[in-house]
């Protein structure tokens, strides 16, 4: 069993910086994505950037030019850093591996608060 560990989240003034951390205990090989999710209060959880196994990227378009999704393959760890934050970028993010198609399966970090305000 896989466990995923998200770091790097707290507090920051707008326009400030953080980067998140997630960090798998296990392997991951094989994996298709590596996808970090948002979950603002009272609103549904939505898709921030993913990372493909084949290195391709995508992000929301609310975070483009902002965020960037990256993985490091020596730590087994996928990163998010963001840049120039809002507060509306204030939410709980998750972070989640998957391998798609036959063997699938999928993992869940515990998520980690980033809180943009002044």
């Known amino acids: 069993q896989v466990q995923l560990v998200e770091s790097g989240g707290g507090l920051v003034q707008p326009g400030g910086s953080l980067r998140l951390s997630c960090a798998a205990s296990?392997?991951?090989?094989?994996?298709?994505?590596m996808v970090w999710y948002r979950q603002a209060p009272g609103k549904q959880r939505e898709l921030v950037a993913a990372?493909?196994?084949?290195?391709?990227?995508n992000y929301a378009d609310s975070v483009k030019g902002r965020f960037t999704i990256s993985r490091d393959n020596a730590k087994n760890t996928v990163n998010l850093q963001m840049n120039s934050l809002k507060p509306e970028d204030t939410a709980v993010y998750y972070c989640?591996?998957?391998?798609?198609?036959?063997?699938?399966?999928?993992?869940w970090g515990q998520g980690t608060q980033v809180t943009v305000s002044s």
């Open positions: 990372l493909r196994a084949g290195g391709s990227t």
């Open positions: 296990g392997s991951i090989l094989g994996f298709s994505a």
């Open positions: 989640n591996v998957l391998r798609s198609g036959v063997s699938s399966w999928t993992y």
